[in-house]
């Protein structure tokens, strides 16, 4: 047994006793029965540890008017006042940050113990990504009751969960939301009650709960905090301090309950990062301050954190940015050194050697990404568009904000005058990920599918995107409203329903255009009319159901072989329209499927014969609005435009722009895209 040194830690139970405690002549942690330390014993016990087997009467003192002793910057104000009764959402809020500041400045531990259920070492790692984006959430404004805090914690530990631990843990803080509700403070009483709840959530998510990790400490702490106020404890620092200890001693029993662990000479790594989380809020509501959020810039950056100073810098960059690089081995001060060459403000750099994340804002994203990716293979890429979110905070404001995704072809024009906000359809190329228009311009788009062999493929974005955006709408409307690409076409609006589902069903609402490319875009573009003309997202909804009707997408297709590349078009059809020299026209029907209606036989004046065979379809005494969509072909595009002032006599308005990847992965360079739609204005 090598001498031990460093922290150590020690917990008395009824069983064993072990102590965890680093060796001189290893960086793993390991766990011992104290009867095996020998010499060392007394040496490894005394030193100062964040898990320490303190008697209850040191840990919670409170004197008889249920102050606490404090110091000259009276921090034993805020720590009195976790003896009391209740606690408030800004109370609640500080010991999740202490508690979360602590365990990411231990996950570096956490990962040299993990090897259950796999040896990967990143269950430290997992654990601190996932509440990063809690910590991120906790300074959203607007958070004023406990029930707000705990529900935003949700919310934001389900989108940033990673690893299995991370999983659990989000789904504890679920369970723990869902079982608190609304409630403006909270007692001893209603939060050990939602922490059991929380604590059973946990371990149902798991389709095989063991034994011997976190589903184990997090029953204990919430059985043992139960039974304290059920004895009658009625303040947070005793009853807490009580379920605390019952944490590290569930901790200490991990070995016993776990084979491998006890093989390895460890205790459970997500195990501990629970307990380290206790730690820190324990810490808070002893001392009323976070023990961890005080740490220097140096500090920072040797426990993975690398915050660049760049106050000198005006913020005035368009897009908040983030992503992650997975390497064997990053090159941190090369990685930023490269990002600080770019225009850039706000950087942070935080992760391990082999997973970094990197949060900046600038104004191309593509340049940060394609920088980052020269250090390894970029994941999670996020980019939210600060000039849209601040024209929502102080700009002129409707009741309802209008969203879509970016399967939608809006015209820039329109979607900064109605401030219609867009999240990003995720793009894959030659097996690089790409944010749709963002990181990737249409232009770009077209020319990557011309020369990569692999066929590109386009995914919904993922329901974090859409609730980070809700969320914010929210703050600044009374209601939100999603104007989606069609359920028939793609998973994004199924997507969009379940960030709805959990920012506020009851304030954002998800319409089914049943529609893509230029027919969404039409659609949209009347939604965020009607709210401008302060219409309710009631009757807007309405407006739409009858608006869609009299919205159809319309396609000419040159080169059938993206189609057939993308599945969306039969094998044989390619080579017949080549044999017969014939341009299939294609058009939505009322579920947003295209099916053919006609076609034109020879490649010369497309867009001119396009345009005539949509307009002898269309009634010459009705308002039309047509959006005209190129697929990087913008002289066909003005050809078209052109062609359809002439043949159709009432023109709303027509306006004409490169047409996204939604419609391009099929349609291919050189298509031809019209939305068009009978147009009736917005009226309340």
Request: one cysteine or more; aromatic letters at 6%; a positive charge.
């Given at each position: 047994?090598?001498?031990?040194?460093?922290?150590?830690?020690?917990?008395?139970?009824?069983?064993?006793?072990?102590?965890?405690?680093?060796?001189?002549?290893?960086?793993?942690?390991?766990?011992?029965?104290?009867?095996?330390?020998?010499?060392?014993?007394?040496?490894?016990?005394?030193?100062?540890?964040?898990?320490?087997?303190?008697?209850?009467?040191?840990?919670?003192?409170?004197?008889?008017?249920?102050?606490?002793?404090?110091?000259?910057?009276?921090?034993?104000?805020?720590?009195?006042?976790?003896?009391?009764?209740?606690?408030?959402?800004?109370?609640?809020?500080?010991?999740?940050?202490?508690?979360?500041?602590?365990?990411?400045?231990?996950?570096?531990?956490?990962?040299?113990?993990?090897?259950?259920?796999?040896?990967?070492?990143?269950?430290?790692?997992?654990?601190?990504?996932?509440?990063?984006?809690?910590?991120?959430?906790?300074?959203?404004?607007?958070?004023?009751?406990?029930?707000?805090?705990?529900?935003?914690?949700?919310?934001?530990?389900?989108?940033?969960?990673?690893?299995?631990?991370?999983?659990?843990?989000?789904?504890?803080?679920?369970?723990?939301?869902?079982?608190?509700?609304?409630?403006?403070?909270?007692?001893?009483?209603?939060?050990?009650?939602?922490?059991?709840?929380?604590?059973?959530?946990?371990?149902?998510?798991?389709?095989?709960?063991?034994?011997?990790?976190?589903?184990?400490?997090?029953?204990?702490?919430?059985?043992?905090?139960?039974?304290?106020?059920?004895?009658?404890?009625?303040?947070?620092?005793?009853?807490?301090?009580?379920?605390?200890?019952?944490?590290?001693?569930?901790?200490?029993?991990?070995?016993?309950?776990?084979?491998?662990?006890?093989?390895?000479?460890?205790?459970?790594?997500?195990?501990?990062?629970?307990?380290?989380?206790?730690?820190?809020?324990?810490?808070?509501?002893?001392?009323?301050?976070?023990?961890?959020?005080?740490?220097?810039?140096?500090?920072?950056?040797?426990?993975?954190?690398?915050?660049?100073?760049?106050?000198?810098?005006?913020?005035?960059?368009?897009?908040?940015?983030?992503?992650?690089?997975?390497?064997?081995?990053?090159?941190?001060?090369?990685?930023?050194?490269?990002?600080l060459a770019l225009p850039i403000s706000s950087l942070v750099i935080a992760g391990t050697r082999e997973k970094v994340r990197i949060h900046a804002h600038v104004d191309e994203p593509a340049l940060l990404f394609e920088a980052a990716a020269r250090f390894g293979r970029i994941t999670s890429e996020k980019a939210d568009d600060?000039?849209?979110?601040?024209?929502?905070?102080?700009?002129?404001?409707?009741?309802?904000?209008?969203?879509?995704?970016?399967?939608?072809?809006?015209?820039?024009?329109?979607?900064?005058?109605?401030?219609?906000?867009?999240?990003?359809?995720?793009?894959?190329?030659?097996?690089?990920?790409?944010?749709?228009?963002?990181?990737?311009?249409?232009?770009?788009?077209?020319?990557?599918?011309?020369?990569?062999?692999?066929?590109?493929?386009?995914?919904?974005?993922?329901?974090?995107?859409?609730?980070?955006?809700?969320?914010?709408?929210?703050?600044?409307?009374?209601?939100?409203?999603?104007?989606?690409?069609?359920?028939?076409?793609?998973?994004?609006?199924?997507?969009?329903?379940?960030?709805?589902?959990?920012?506020?069903?009851?304030?954002?609402?998800?319409?089914?255009?049943?529609?893509?490319?230029?027919?969404q875009g039409l659609l949209a573009i009347w939604a965020g009319e009607a709210a401008q003309a302060g219409m309710s997202a009631a009757e807007i909804i309405s407006g739409l159901h009858r608006m869609r009707e009299r919205t159809r997408l319309w396609a000419v297709v040159r080169d059938l072989r993206y189609g057939v590349r993308?599945?969306?078009?039969?094998?044989?059809?390619?080579?017949?329209?080549?044999?017969?020299?014939?341009?299939?026209?294609?058009?939505?029907?009322?579920?947003?499927?295209?099916?053919?209606?006609?076609?034109?036989?020879?490649?010369?004046?497309?867009?001119?014969?396009?345009?005539?065979?949509?307009?002898?379809?269309?009634?010459?005494?009705?308002?039309?609005?047509?959006?005209?969509?190129?697929?990087?072909?913008?002289?066909?595009?003005?050809?078209?435009?052109?062609?359809?002032?002439?043949?159709?006599?009432?023109?709303?308005?027509?306006?004409?722009?490169?047409?996204?990847?939604?419609?391009?992965?099929?349609?291919?360079?050189?298509?031809?895209?019209?939305?068009?739609?009978?147009?009736?204005?917005?009226?309340?």
């Amino acid at each position: 047994m090598p001498v031990y040194r460093s922290r150590a830690r020690a917990v008395h139970g009824n069983g064993p006793r072990y102590t965890l405690a680093r060796g001189a002549h290893s960086s793993v942690l390991f766990v011992a029965p104290l009867a095996r330390l020998g010499a060392n014993r007394h040496a490894a016990l005394p030193v100062a540890a964040r898990i320490a087997s303190r008697p209850l009467h040191e840990v919670s003192v409170v004197s008889e008017s249920g102050l606490a002793p404090g110091n000259a910057n009276g921090e034993s104000s805020v720590a009195a006042s976790l003896a009391v009764q209740r606690l408030s959402g800004y109370g609640l809020r500080r010991a999740l940050i202490a508690g979360i500041h602590r365990l990411i400045s231990c996950r570096d531990e956490i990962n040299r113990i993990n090897v259950f259920p796999v040896p990967d070492g990143d269950t430290g790692t997992n654990l601190a990504f996932t509440l990063s984006a809690v910590l991120a959430g906790m300074r959203a404004p607007r958070l004023a009751s406990a029930g707000e805090v705990l529900r935003r914690a949700a919310a934001e530990a389900i989108d940033g969960a990673r690893g299995n631990s991370g999983a659990i843990i989000a789904q504890f803080f679920q369970g723990v939301s869902e079982a608190l509700g609304p409630s403006k403070w909270v007692t001893p009483d209603s939060l050990s009650r939602a922490v059991g709840v929380g604590s059973r959530s946990a371990r149902e998510a798991m389709a095989d709960p063991r034994e011997g990790t976190i589903l184990s400490v997090i029953q204990a702490f919430a059985q043992a905090w139960r039974a304290q106020i059920e004895l009658g404890s009625g303040d947070f620092r005793g009853s807490f301090q009580h379920a605390l200890q019952a944490a590290r001693e569930a901790l200490q029993r991990t070995p016993d309950q776990l084979a491998v662990l006890r093989s390895a000479g460890v205790v459970d790594a997500g195990a501990l990062g629970f307990v380290d989380f206790l730690e820190g809020i324990g810490d808070y509501i002893e001392t009323g301050r976070d023990s961890e959020a005080r740490m220097s810039a140096d500090e920072q950056a040797e426990a993975g954190v690398d915050v660049s100073s760049l106050g000198a810098l005006a913020d005035q960059h368009r897009y908040c940015v983030e992503c992650m690089i997975n390497a064997e081995a990053v090159d941190r001060l090369a990685l930023k050194g490269a990002l600080l060459a770019l225009p850039i403000s706000s950087l942070v750099i935080a992760g391990t050697r082999e997973k970094v994340r990197i949060h900046a804002h600038v104004d191309e994203p593509a340049l940060l990404f394609e920088a980052a990716a020269r250090f390894g293979r970029i994941t999670s890429e996020k980019a939210d568009d600060m000039h849209a979110q601040t024209r929502a905070a102080h700009g002129l404001r409707s009741q309802v904000a209008i969203v879509a995704d970016s399967g939608a072809d809006i015209p820039s024009e329109a979607l900064e005058r109605l401030n219609i906000h867009l999240v990003p359809v995720r793009i894959s190329i030659g097996g690089r990920d790409y944010l749709d228009r963002v990181s990737l311009s249409a232009h770009e788009f077209y020319n990557e599918i011309r020369t990569s062999p692999i066929p590109p493929r386009t995914s919904q974005p993922p329901p974090g995107d859409f609730r980070r955006l809700f969320e914010f709408l929210l703050s600044h409307h009374t209601q939100v409203l999603d104007v989606s690409l069609a359920r028939a076409l793609s998973g994004t609006l199924q997507s969009a329903e379940s960030a709805a589902t959990r920012a506020d069903p009851r304030r954002v609402s998800v319409f089914d255009t049943c529609n893509g490319s230029a027919g969404q875009g039409l659609l949209a573009i009347w939604a965020g009319e009607a709210a401008q003309a302060g219409m309710s997202a009631a009757e807007i909804i309405s407006g739409l159901h009858r608006m869609r009707e009299r919205t159809r997408l319309w396609a000419v297709v040159r080169d059938l072989r993206y189609g057939v590349r993308g599945g969306r078009a039969p094998k044989l059809a390619l080579p017949l329209t080549r044999l017969l020299r014939f341009v299939p026209i294609v058009r939505s029907n009322a579920i947003g499927k295209l099916s053919l209606v006609a076609g034109l036989w020879g490649k010369k004046q497309v867009p001119e014969r396009f345009a005539r065979t949509v307009a002898r379809r269309l009634d010459r005494n009705r308002r039309w609005r047509i959006i005209v969509g190129h697929c990087d072909c913008a002289d066909d595009g003005e050809r078209l435009r052109a062609a359809l002032q002439q043949h159709v006599p009432q023109l709303d308005s027509i306006w004409l722009m490169e047409a996204g990847a939604g419609i391009g992965a099929h349609a291919g360079p050189g298509s031809l895209v019209l939305g068009v739609q009978d147009y009736e204005p917005p009226s309340p």
